[in-house]
């Protein structure tokens, strides 16, 4: 059913009904965006990448990835407050971890988006 509102022309009030009853509320839209930003920096990406294969340190991710502890420290402190990572402790070494299988289908979907 086309209606005129004030300010649109055809307007089909009941589909904008519809589709503003199921949209999300503001602060999970503005939370959603803030997950989106950590994806953003592609050292935090290979950082993920590292961990789709193997737990490991700060100084073994540092190292594969030829940067330095403090660098990948302070990452790792972003994904982790992120809940993309998560950690473990084994004596005095810290290992991380993906948090959940969904930060692997996050950027498996990426990937194939951009590859198609």
């Known amino acids: 059913m086309e209606q005129q509102t004030t300010g ?3 307007v089909h009030e009941e589909t904008v009904h519809r589709v503003n009853e199921i ?3 503001e602060e999970e839209l503005f ?3 803030e997950l989106f930003k950590i994806f953003g920096d592609s050292t935090r ?16 991710i540092a190292e594969l990835l ?6 990948i420290s302070h990452q790792l402190q972003v994904l982790k ?8 402790r084994e004596g005095k070494t810290i290992f991380y971890s ?6 692997r289908t996050i950027l498996d979907q990426g990937m194939e988006h951009i590859t198609e």
């Not at 290979?46 to 100084?59: A, G, H, K, N, P």
């Not at 407050?81 to 473990?88: N, P």
């Open 31 to 33: 939370d959603l965006a």
């Open 8 to 10: 649109y022309i055809h």
């Open 66 to 71: 030829g940067m330095t502890q403090s660098a």
């Open 98 to 103: 993906l948090a959940d299988g969904h930060v």
């Open 45 to 60: 990406i290979r950082i993920l990448y590292v961990l789709f294969e193997s737990d490991m340190c700060v100084c073994g």
């Open 81 to 88: 407050k992120a809940k993309l990572v998560k950690y473990r």
């Open 23 to 25: 949209m999300p509320g």
